[in-house]
């Protein structure tokens, strides 16, 4: 179909009149029908406080440049109709002579649980209520690794979120105050470690859950309140690519606030070193709490390089807060850790094993290691050998 382009920055095409919404001059233009500008213009006013807004409004805007088209799906049947997969929504478009037509954009509206923000309170010891909100509504928000579901994750996070904040945060203060929850829907399996991948690695600007999460940071830098923010397992990724597109988006001023903003990293599985980086950009801080890392998860130590890079964080906290030994923020605590973890090198639990007692030795470590990565410990808070012990035998005794 031709298109026929107006002096007043409108456009015919299919036999309907269609409104300019892009930037002249800046990449191609993109268009939507004219009957539907208010609508978009809608969006856009609201784009200034809902963080689900300026994601969608962004996403619309992206399409104005091949980096936007490269991550939209092609329809078989006709090669300029186009669709930009979103988190709970989707952005159908037709590309023609060089402009973009944007037909149905939104979110789908329906039950399905997709990456976002969430109130979580309880209402008693077995109910939880979960709500989907436009802003963070509490002082707390944790972001939360491979769960299969929301519930689970709701239920799961209180626990890391009062071992980076206690004694000032307890799971008794959560249960009264509340906290948010921003899903990470991650899962499990090989989906999700290439989920974390792209994030790690900011492959195409990372996954649409990061995309989403960097116009909340956005939003919430432009507040000024403290935030304390709970990161476990791959919701770490998640973090570090959100927080790499917000910096890049922020003004000065916007940066300066975030140093309000406090940051607790729970059973990593990405390295320590590359997610604290960007913390220090943006100017948070670290949380009062070291870091929680299971020294007997493969994924947590000697995967991710955090073997080291935990002790390296460790340091890092007690040169900017100082030596705190009710919050176990000592040197003492810091070289107690590191050689933990070279105690289970030392016994062979990654060397070949050579003969007599060594290859008893790497057994044994081998097995230990084994066996603390049986029964998803990623979702515990494993601080010693006790807490290793426990989570063995409860998973032994289920079998």
């Given amino acids: ?11 015919l095409y299919a036999g309907r009149e269609w409104q300019l919404i892009s930037q002249p001059g800046q990449g191609m233009r ?22 689900n807004a300026l994601y969608l409004y962004s996403q619309l805007m992206s399409l104005n440049n091949r980096h936007g088209m490269l991550r939209s799906l092609v329809s078989r049947a006709k090669m300029q109709q186009m669709r930009l997969q979103l988190e709970g929504g989707s ?15 939104g979110f789908s509206g329906g039950k399905s649980q997709v990456a976002g923000l969430y109130k979580i309170e309880r209402l008693s010891p077995q109910e ?9 509504s509490t002082k707390n928000i944790a972001i939360n690794g491979a769960f299969s579901d929301l519930d689970g994750a709701a239920r799961a996070m209180p626990s890391f979120i009062e071992r980076g904040y206690k004694p000032d945060t307890t799971q008794a203060s959560l249960n009264h105050d509340g906290f948010c929850l921003f899903f990470n829907t991650c899962g499990a399996g ?3 470690d290439m989920r974390q991948f792209v994030d790690t690695s900011s492959i195409g600007g990372g996954t649409q859950g990061a995309q989403k999460l960097a116009k909340l940071i956005r939003l919430e830098a432009k507040k000024a309140k403290e935030v304390q923010w709970t990161l476990h397992e791959k919701g770490h990724a998640v973090f570090k690519q959100a927080l790499s597109i917000a910096l890049r988006e922020m003004t000065t001023t916007e940066k300066s606030r975030l140093s309000k903003h406090k940051v607790f990293y729970a059973n990593p599985t990405m ?34 390089g955090n073997f080291v890079s935990e002790s390296v964080i460790s340091y890092r906290q007690l040169k900017e807060q100082g030596e705190n030994g009710l919050r176990n923020v000592t040197a003492g605590n810091i070289a107690s850790n590191a050689l933990t973890r070279l105690g289970i090198l030392g016994i062979g639990s ?7 007692i ?24 494993m601080e010693n050998g006790a807490d290793f012990f426990n989570h063995v035998f409860n998973c032994l005794s289920k079998k």
């Avoid at 952005?91 to 954009?105: H, L, M, Q, S």
């Avoid at 007997?296 to 991710?304: A, G, I």
């Avoid at 060594?358 to 808070?381: C, D, E, Q, R, Y």
Wanted: hydrophobic residues 40%; positive net charge; aromatic residues 8%.
């Fill in 1 to 11: 179909m031709k298109v026929t382009l107006q002096p007043n920055g409108c456009a």
């Fill in 30 to 51: 993109v268009f939507v029908e004219k009957n539907r500008h208010s609508a978009f213009n809608q969006l856009k006013n609201k784009a200034r406080s809902n963080y």
């Fill in 91 to 105: 952005i159908n478009y037709n590309v023609v002579d060089g402009c973009v037509f944007i037909g149905e954009f």
């Fill in 128 to 136: 939880l209520d979960t709500k989907a909100i436009s802003g963070i």
């Fill in 190 to 192: 090989i989906s999700s």
């Fill in 271 to 304: 390295n320590l070193n590359l997610i604290d980086s960007y913390r220090k950009e943006a100017g948070m801080q670290l949380a009062p709490q070291p870091p929680l890392l299971n020294n007997t998860s493969l994924e947590q130590t000697w995967v991710t």
């Fill in 350 to 356: 990654y060397a070949v094993p050579t003969l007599g």
């Fill in 358 to 381: 060594g290859i008893a030795g790497w057994a044994v470590a081998w097995g230990t290691l084994v066996a603390s990565n049986i029964g998803n410990p990623n979702h515990k808070v």
